[in-house]
Every structure is written in structure tokens, then in C-alpha cells.
């Protein structure tokens, strides 16, 4: 697209009737928002008359929240509109990012002393919503778009009778019957931006525009949050049904928000503030209460259950009878998950038993303690009683049973109970049993599937429920080192354990007698050994994968054989396992780094090709600044972090890739030459939205360095004036410019762009960090170093009035492509002598 006077840049915004292009007005270098009304509808006559009416109302407007016309014109088939760019976005676009309830009520202020003066002149705007309000760079609120605004004396013919104009969500009552409205209409449209600026959303919703506007005619005024309760006053002012009833004009709403704004100042927030916390204190009060009541309600029951069920004989003394049984349906894993047949899904009556598995770990410990004092004391009774129970038989009765494991670990007696478990599970199942199709078995076994899988109707049924219990039970607790096999190991650990037990080095493979010999010797020793692992770098993330414990250095362990793992971000993972023997043992490992210093690559692109050619560059420390009054105070900077620069000034041939896969027009290259000349006419926006479609693309962190990365690399590290040393004459081999830099590409009358890569590389392996052209980096510009960040973070600010570029360009002398030297241009600025180059994280 061509219109004369303007330099197309990009496409910024559409709509149905016209798209915004970003554009330079060549004639006094001003950056504008070209608007051009789509072609398509040059052949409606009224379209044509809409927007040369847009043009010719604001053009009647002057008032800093309104926005601004520079020109109207027509050329060839398009209308177009010449206007003030706005930056900031929209008031959706702050939405996402966030802003306080003050900073709404300045934007609802603003927005009032708008339409005041713009009702004042004659014009109702008739479609305030949140994308026709937008944001200067010093975040200001401006309203925009008066495409279907109306002059109260126009009359019939500006709108048909009947006709419903503006968004269905902020349409005034009014405006939904297609009724004659005025400017009292625009206040109640304000009222509903502002309720969604506070709450985040309209207040009346529905899927069509009617069942909108019957909300907007009928229901009742909504209701502000308690924290934005001082405002509630003014919005319901704002969107009374009755118009009469409402703000009557802007000016009004002014005085009203100022005085509010006045009496916060002076009162504070203590009301406010003092209703939210009584509110928070009340609700946590109730929390508080509700867990008590029901913890010591489960509490009592459980332990009356307990009681309830407590036996006495001769033989064996005090015991606890057996819950009466349903089948093994009627109780859950500790997955809560529910053993039961096809035909018996949940319908069974819950098991008294089950509260050993659904309360907290909490309220189980406090029953249980309980219980045990009360069993203790009446056991103490029976012997001072009877002496003469049969202790050996209770004994054995009462033997703690132990889950049976996969390893070559002692067998238990016959008689205890995970030996009975272990036989039933071994044993054929019946119809109705979970585990009644062996392949799922041998699924679920493998994927550590924990549910309950225990049929045998010969039996004991006590013996059997009691024995799945503990099992449940003691799968709750750590598991010992030396059962690294054990069945109810998590499956992601199983799962490395089966990869890696063919790809262990031979100074580490066992046979299976070894192991088994090595499994046995530790479950009979008892002692524990020390397990420090001493990891390069010491950031390093250390886990030992077959313990449920978190690794801590030193830590005690039984001897065995150990899953190790040692990652960090940017290195190889160290994943081997490793044996402790009956002595205490240190490991030190030294982890590989993924891209090492020096190290050359390009990422690969989701839709194809590759990006800019990058150099991994170590961290290091450097004194930044120099001679000029803008880069004191000289102070040192530390880069902690190795990352990856690009070795080139991105090229046109990396940006089209982009500018073409969005859409954008492509950067002019004043007749210079493209492919692998640096690009330029980018502004700073359009290089920072280069680098976020990098990361999209790649999965790496692109970004623009700031200013302290450039100057490290410029400098390689060292102290240094130039790229190239101290000597401002020794410049021609390294710098693309004027004066010392004698070369086929910069003359006394002529200068233009060198292909990158012309000059020699500095110490990094980096070229044209000096020359060529200069580079956006960034930081915001300010004119000192004081209170510079030591880690080499960029400077940002809230509104940025301009970026900082860097290392002189081919229009500067030697001397002005030092490794100091500082300048600035606005972000939204093009030039033929800045372009840029990225860097990227290495945190992978």
C-alpha cells in the first residue's frame, strides 16, 4: 500500500470499516496512525460519509484526552484519516497486565472531562467501550474513534428512527430501544467500562444482544466487591435506568470523583480497609471452627468404634473383634479407589474400616494415641488380675506383619500375617475378584498399580481383612533403601529403574547372585553409612531416586545400591546408580555442560529454517563506563550467567523470515542491498517483538541485551576503550565507519551498511560491535549510572520516553564506537543506522 506523504511501517489494528497502519509522515518526521477505510466499501455512499464525519468532528475537538487529527485525504481508492499513535493500548490491554482501583477512577475522570467538552460542542459519541479508549506513552486516557458519533442538531437523517447503534454490552436503556439519546447515554456507557475496569467484567451478560438489553431495561443495578465499595454511589449515578436520575453532564461527574478523591486523601483507607480485615477475621473464625467441630466429632466416633469392639478371654486376654464383612468391595486403596467387581461399582455400604483411610494423618495419630493409653491401662488390670494368660500364644497372635517383597529378603513365619497376604495374592482368583484376568494383573503390577487384590474363600476372613489393612497401612510409610524393588515403589521410579538396567557401565553392572547376596546382607545389617555427593556446578540439583526421603549431603543410608541424579539448567544430567558398601562414601560429579563457552549453534524454527547464528560467552565481572558525563558513575558489573549472543547484527534475510510469517510490511533498505546486510529501519518495538516470535519459535529465550550485556561483550570481558584495544587508529580492520576507518563502504561523501561479518571478530567471536550500524538495546535511557543494577539487569521504567542504542554506526568517527559511549532514540522511531542483535538465556 502507497499513499503519498507516508511511510507505511506496519498494520497495528482493524475493524469492519477501516485498518490502522503505523506510518511516519514524511513531511515533518511524525510518527501517526494512519487510518484507511476498507476499498470494499467505497461503493456504500454513507460509509464514505461516516468517515469523512469522524474526521471533520474531531477535527472540531481540541482537548487532551480526545484524540487528534494531522490530516484527511483521498488517494486513488483509499480514505484515510491521519492521527495521533497511542502506544499504551487499550483499556483491555491494561486489564490483563493489572491496574489499581485508583488508577480506574483517574481513567473514569478523564474520560468524564472528554465527553464534557465534546457534549459541550454538540457530539454524542454513542460507542464508549474499553478498545475505544486507549493510552499515550505517559499513560494518559484518550478516547478514540467517533465513527458513529452524532451531532444533536443533525436530526433524522444521521440515523433512522429505530435503529440500534453501539455495543450491546454498554449500550445505555435508551440506546437498546433505538430511542433518541444524548450525552447522558455516553455517562451510563462509562459507568459500565468503569464497573468492568474495577471488577474485570460487564455486568450484564447473556448470549444474544437482546437477553443483553432486556438486562440493561430491567435488572437491577449491580453491586460493587466490599473492597470497592466507596465507589458504589457513583456507579449507581451512572447507570440509573432513568436518564433524569443519572450524571447529568461530565463536569458533574468530575466534581463528584474529585471530591471522593479529596476525602480519601484526608480519611484514608481505614474504612475500607478495617470492613475487609473484619470480614477476613470472620471467615477465618468460621474455617477455624467448622475444622474443630468435625475433627473432634471423627475423633469421638472412631474411638467409641474402637472401644465398642474390645473383647476379653482367658486365652487371649484383651482383644479387638473383627468388623463384620461385606466383601472386599466395601473398602478403597489408599488411592481411594474402589475394589469392587463390574457388577458392584459403588453401591456397597461403606466398611466401618474405612476410616483408617479417609481421615487426616492428623486425627489417626490423635485416635490411635488415645486408644493405645486407654488398651494400656486395662492390659496393666487384666495381668495384675489373672496372671496366668498364656503370653506366648498372645504373642504370636499379635505378631506385626510386614508387606512381602519382591527381594531376596528373610521369609516371615507361617503364621504372620503378610505371609497369609502373600498366598493370597499368589493363589487362583474367583469371578468376582479384581484380579480375575491375569493380563491386567501383570499390568497393573508393572505400572505399580496399588489397588487391593486379595480373594481367597478358604481364608481366615479376620485374618485376611486384617492383613490387607496393614498392608494399606504400611505402604504409607518410607520405604527402607534396601527394598529398592519394593511393589509400591511409584511408578516414574520403577520405570528408570527398567531403562537403566541395561545401560549401566561395567565398572557398575552386578549379576543377579551378586545382587541378590549384596539385597540380603543389607536387610540384616543395621548400621547406616554416610551418602555426600559432591556436584560441578554446586548449584546442582542432587536426588537419590529409590528413597522416598529428600537427599540432604551426608545423609545416613543402609548399605545398597542407589539411583542417582544430579541436574542443573544448561548441563547433561547425570542419571547412574551407584553402590554404598559398609563404609561411609563420597561422590563428587561433574556435570557436562549442554553448549560449552565458545560453542557455535542456530536453533531450529517450528515452521522451518534456522535462527541467527549464537556464541555461548562465559559469565565474568567488568568495570562499566567511562569518560562521557552519561556513563559515570564507572561501576562494577558481574555476569553470573553464561548465555548466547548473536555472532551477527540480525541480517534482513532473519527478519523477513518473521516480518513475512505476521504479516508486516518489510523494512526499506535505502537501495543498500538486503540478504546479509544488517537490517534497519527497525524500531525498537519491532526488534522486541522479533525476539518474543523467536522463543515462540524455538522454545529458547530470546531477548534484547541490555545495556550492561553490551558493553561486556563489547569489551570481551576486559578493560578496554575499543573493540579493538586502546587505539583509536587501529579501527579500519574492525569497524565499519568514517575517520580511521578507510574502507570501501564509508567515504567522506558517501557511507552505507557493510554485509555482516566484513570486519574481524573481537575476543568473543563476535563482529561489528563497533560500526555498521548502531544497536537498540534494552534498557530506557537515563542519563547516569547511579544506583546501576550490579548483576547487568536492564533499567526499565514504568512510561519510557526513549531506548538506549549502542556502539556508533557507519555515519560516526572511530572515536564515537567506543565500548562506553551511550545514546538515545524513542522506541517508536526508525532509522537507516540502528539496527540490533539478541541474546539468549541458556537455561536448558
Not at 48 to 71: C, K, M, T, W
Request: aromatic share 8%; charged share 20%; net charge neutral.
Amino acid at each position: 500500500m502507497y499513499i503519498p506523504g507516508y511511510r507505511i511501517i506496519r498494520k497495528i489494528n482493524h475493524g469492519g470499516m477501516s485498518i490502522v497502519y503505523l506510518a511516519i509522515q514524511e513531511s515533518v518526521g511524525r510518527v501517526v496512525a494512519l487510518k484507511v477505510m476498507s476499498p470494499a466499501l467505497n461503493g456504500d455512499p454513507s460509509f464514505s460519509e461516516r468517515f469523512q464525519r469522524e474526521a471533520n468532528i474531531v477535527g472540531q475537538l481540541s482537548h487532551p484526552n480526545i484524540v487528534s487529527i494531522y490530516d484527511i485525504g483521498r488517494h486513488e481508492n483509499l480514505n484515510y484519516i491521519a492521527m495521533d499513535y497511542l502506544p499504551g493500548g487499550s483499556i483491555h490491554d491494561k486489564m490483563l497486565s493489572g491496574f489499581s482501583a485508583e488508577e480506574a477512577v483517574d481513567i473514569l475522570r478523564e474520560m468524564a472531562s472528554a465527553l464534557n467538552h465534546a457534549h459541550d460542542k454538540g457530539y454524542i459519541h454513542r460507542d464508549i467501550k474499553p478498545e475505544n479508549i486507549l493510552f499515550r506513552d505517559g499513560g494518559s486516557a484518550v478516547l478514540t474513534d467517533f465513527g458513529v458519533a452524532l451531532a444533536r442538531n443533525s436530526g433524522p437523517r444521521a440515523t433512522h428512527a429505530g435503529t440500534v447503534v453501539g455495543t450491546p454490552h454498554y449500550m445505555s436503556p435508551e440506546q437498546t430501544r433505538g430511542k433518541s439519546s444524548d450525552g447522558r447515554s455516553d455517562l451510563y456507557s462509562l459507568g459500565i467500562v468503569f464497573y468492568e475496569m474495577l471488577t474485570g467484567s460487564v455486568p450484564y451478560q447473556g448470549e444474544e444482544a437482546v437477553a443483553i438489553a432486556i438486562k440493561h431495561l430491567a435488572s437491577p443495578l449491580p453491586k460493587l466487591p466490599a473492597q470497592h465499595r466507596r465507589y458504589q454511589d457513583i456507579l449507581d449515578k451512572l447507570l440509573d435506568k432513568e436518564p433524569d436520575k443519572r450524571y447529568q453532564t461530565g463536569r458533574e461527574l468530575v466534581a463528584d470523583i474529585e471530591l471522593l478523591q479529596l476525602k480519601m486523601r484526608e480519611l484514608g483507607d481505614a474504612d475500607s480497609d478495617g470492613a475487609n480485615l473484619g470480614h477476613q477475621i470472620q471467615n477465618l473464625t468460621q474455617t477455624i471452627r467448622w475444622h474443630f467441630v468435625t475433627g473432634l466429632s471423627s475423633v469421638s466416633r472412631r474411638l467409641w468404634d474402637n472401644i465398642s469392639r474390645l473383647r476379653f478371654s482367658r486365652q487371649q486376654g484383651f482383644y479387638q473383634a473383627a468388623p463384620k464383612l461385606a466383601g472386599l468391595s466395601d473398602f478403597t486403596t489408599r488411592q481411594n479407589t474402589l475394589v469392587a467387581t463390574r457388577l458392584q461399582k459403588s453401591t456397597q455400604r461403606p466398611s466401618r474400616w474405612q476410616w483408617l483411610l479417609g481421615i487426616p494423618k492428623q486425627h489417626q495419630l490423635l485416635a490411635a494415641g488415645a486408644a493405645s493409653v486407654f488398651l494400656l491401662g486395662l492390659v496393666l488390670l487384666a495381668w495384675l488380675g489373672s496372671g496366668s494368660a498364656d503370653t506366648s500364644d498372645r504373642n504370636n497372635k499379635t505378631t506385626v506383619p510386614t508387606v512381602a517383597s519382591s527381594s531376596s529378603a528373610p521369609q516371615q513365619p507361617a503364621q504372620s500375617r503378610s505371609a497369609k497376604a502373600q498366598t493370597l495374592a499368589d493363589a487362583p482368583a474367583n469371578a468376582n475378584s479384581a484380579v480375575s484376568n491375569p493380563k491386567r494383573s501383570e499390568a497393573n503390577a508393572i505400572a505399580g498399580d496399588d489397588s487391593l487384590a486379595l480373594t481367597a474363600p478358604e481364608a481366615d476372613p479376620e485374618e485376611s481383612f486384617s492383613s490387607a489393612i496393614d498392608s494399606l497401612y504400611e505402604a504409607d510409610q518410607p520405604a527402607s533403601p534396601a527394598t529398592a524393588s519394593d511393589p509400591l515403589l511409584d511408578a516414574e521410579h520403577q520405570s528408570q529403574h527398567l531403562e537403566l538396567a541395561t545401560s549401566e557401565p561395567a565398572d557398575e553392572q552386578t549379576d543377579e547372585s551378586s545382587l541378590e547376596q549384596s539385597s540380603a546382607a543389607s536387610s540384616s545389617v543395621s548400621a547406616n553409612y554416610p551418602f555426600r555427593v559432591t556436584p560441578e556446578p554446586q548449584n546442582a540439583l542432587v536426588r537419590i531416586m529409590n528413597i522416598r526421603q529428600k537427599y540432604t549431603p551426608g545423609m545416613a543410608l543402609k548399605p545398597g545400591r542407589y539411583q542417582l541424579e544430579v541436574s542443573a539448567p544448561g548441563y547433561q544430567k547425570y542419571l547412574r546408580w551407584v553402590t554404598l558398601a559398609e563404609q561411609p562414601l563420597n561422590k563428587t560429579v561433574r556435570l557436562t555442560e549442554l553448549r560449552p563457552v565458545g560453542s557455535v549453534f542456530n536453533s531450529a524454527l517450528a515452521d522451518g529454517g534456522k535462527g541467527p547464528t549464537m556464541v555461548v560467552v562465559p559469565p565474568g565481572s567488568f568495570s562499566m563506563g567511562g569518560t562521557d558525563a552519561n556513563t559515570k558513575p564507572i561501576h562494577t558489573v558481574t555476569i553470573k550467567q553464561r548465555f548466547a549472543v548473536s555472532q551477527h547484527e540480525v541480517t534482513f534475510n532473519e527478519y523477513e523470515r518473521f516480518a513475512k510469517h505476521n504479516g508486516m510490511p518489510l523494512p526499506g533498505d535505502n537501495r543498500w542491498g538486503r540478504d546479509d546486510r544488517p537490517v534497519i529501519n527497525i524500531s525498537w518495538e519491532e526488534a522486541d517483538l522479533y525476539a518474543q516470535w523467536l522463543t515462540k519459535q524455538t522454545g529458547m529465550h530470546y531477548r534484547l541485551p541490555s545495556e550492561a550485556e553490551w558493553e561486556y561483550l563489547a569489551k570481551s570481558g576486559k578493560k578496554r576503550s575499543y573493540v579493538w584495544g586502546d587505539n583509536v587508529k587501529d579501527a579500519s580492520d574492525y569497524a565499519n565507519c568514517r575517520r580511521h576507518c578507510s574502507n570501501e563502504y564509508s567515504g567522506f561523501f558517501s557511507a552505507k551498511t557493510a554485509p555482516v561479518g566484513s570486519f574481524s571478530a573481537n575476543d568473543f567471536g563476535l563482529y561489528d560491535m563497533a560500526g555498521n550500524v548502531a544497536e537498540w538495546v534494552a534498557d530506557c535511557y537515563r542519563d547516569s549510572y547511579r544506583g546501576a543494577s550490579p548483576n547487568g539487569a536492564a533499567y526499565k521504567q514504568k512510561n519510557c520516553p526513549a531506548r538506549v542504542v549502542r556502539g556508533g554506526s557507519f555515519k560516526a568517527d572511530a572515536a564515537d564506537t567506543n565500548t562506553y559511549s551511550r545514546q538515545y532514540q524513542p522506541q517508536h522511531t526508525y532509522h537507516v543506522d540502528i539496527g540490533f542483535r539478541l541474546v539468549a538465556d541458556l537455561s536448558q
